[in-house]
């Protein structure tokens, strides 16, 4: 536990540098990944925690039920100072 705590600590510290814009790419490419096990899933708690002290709204991709809080795996973008899934809208066939 002490390993993953310190590469969270560490993935903090790395992310408070980088842009939103980064982030997002980050989080995106991220999800997209298979396997990594706890790391992948440090690595991507660290990019939420970076999105939310930079003050960006999470309110579209993360709900609260019965004292559970979910993240959605989704690819995002920034509306508004908000971070929104993005959706499929039209397939070209």
Known sequence: MATSLSFYQHLLEKFAHYSTEELIHLN???????????????????????????????SHIITKNDGFTSIQSVPVKLVENTLVPITCEHKQE
């Open 28 to 58: 995106n490419e991220t999800i997209k990944g298979e396997g990594w096990g706890s790391s992948r899933s440090t690595f991507r708690t660290a990019i939420i925690a970076t999105f939310s002290k930079k003050g960006i709204d999470l």
